[in-house]
């Protein structure tokens, strides 16, 4: 045997004992669970976003777009935008949920705590998005234990696959180390821009989705969470009470100052909406699937299939189709095996 081939034999050997004795973290994504440290990648896109590890943070999500992002407070006081993960799966459609079992994933605002992580979660890990909040038990909605969590598999929660969800554990988990008492989950139909507004002018649910905007625009004003109440059913945000008044949910809503910068956008967005509206053909309107799904009864394996808006490269179970490790694996068996043959 050549000096080269022996020293190319203990590479390969050297490799292959390596990936026999890899423990849990030692490499190649494997998982660390409830404790795993922030990504160092991650660690330095803080850094450079002029935020700290246990600064405070936001997540927004957009079904349409299936994306979830992270914001993080700045030492200015305000978020900005620290990183966006693409959803795993979301099962229903677009729309509130409003009932137990109707396998719809909530939209709205709501506000996550330590103590809706799930470090036992036979998804990974999770957290409980907290419905239904004030808004949904004022509107008669009903359900409860809806999560963001891992596995890429839903039912009426927003699933992450498994390595996605351990940054987000440990991002939540950082925040409240640091002090944030709980983090606002803000979750969109789509992104609330007059485009997507237009699309969407026929959907039965469009005045709710304009509530939803006003919060939303307040925050893309503001970079700052918005203040959510609940009177007379429906969300207000940033209301300033004075004399020891609070606000109930089925009670009467106080007067809510809205700054120009608000009132402007507001306008604006409005009059480019109708401008696009007026132009798009029947088309171009966003069409309500057809699912339906009735409480209480058992869904087949293909209308389970049909409502999983899952992102490609995982299977029905949510299982990853690709295993970087077998694949890796794979490929020193087969190098080490052309050396032999080379050798011989």
């Not at 009932?99 to 705590?113: L, V």
């Not at 237009?198 to 709710?208: D, G, I, Q, T, V």
Request: hydrophobic content about 35%.
């Amino acid at each position: 045997m050549t000096i080269r081939r022996a020293v190319a034999m203990a590479v390969l050997t050297s490799g292959l004992l390596a990936l026999s004795a890899c423990q849990k973290g030692a490499g190649f994504e494997d998982l660390l669970g409830p404790n795993a440290p922030l990504p160092p990648s991650l660690v330095k896109m803080i850094k450079a976003g002029e935020m700290g590890e246990n600064s405070p943070i936001l997540l927004r999500l957009y079904k349409e777009e299936s994306e979830l992002e992270v914001w993080k407070q700045k030492t200015d006081g305000t978020f900005a935008l620290l990183k966006t993960y693409p959803i795993c799966a979301w099962s229903g459609k677009l729309g509130p949920k409003k009932a137990e079992g109707d396998r719809q994933a909530p939209e709205g605002f709501y506000n996550i705590g330590p103590g809706s992580l799930n470090p036992e979660s036979s998804y990974h890990l999770a957290f409980d998005i907290g419905y239904p909040n004030a808004y949904d038990k004022a509107n008669g909605f009903t359900g409860q234990h809806l999560m963001v969590h891992g596995s890429c598999n839903s039912s009426g929660c927003y699933a992450m696959d498994d390595k996605q969800v351990e940054e987000l554990y440990a991002l939540a988990r950082h925040a409240f180390q640091g002090g944030q008492r709980a983090f606002q989950f803000q979750a969109m139909p789509f992104r609330m821009t007059p485009q997507n507004m237009a699309r969407h002018s026929n959907s039965e649910h469009y005045a709710f989705w304009k509530m939803l905007k006003e919060g939303s625009d307040r925050f893309d004003l503001t970079h700052k969470p918005v203040e959510v109440g609940v009177c007379e059913k429906r969300y207000v945000f940033d209301a300033q009470l004075s004399d020891g008044r609070t606000l109930t949910p089925t009670g009467e809503c106080p007067a809510v100052a809205e700054p120009a910068e608000l009132i402007a956008k507001r306008q604006a967005d409005e009059a480019l909406e109708k401008q696009i509206a007026a132009t798009m053909t029947p088309e171009q309107f966003a069409v309500v699937p057809s699912l339906i799904y009735k409480t209480g009864q058992p869904i087949s394996a293909e209308a389970y299939a049909a409502e999983q808006h899952r992102r490609a490269g995982f299977d029905r179970d949510g299982k990853p189709l690709n295993n970087a490790r077998t694949s890796m694996f794979k490929n020193l068996l087969q190098k080490r095996d052309a050396a032999e043959r080379e050798r011989d």
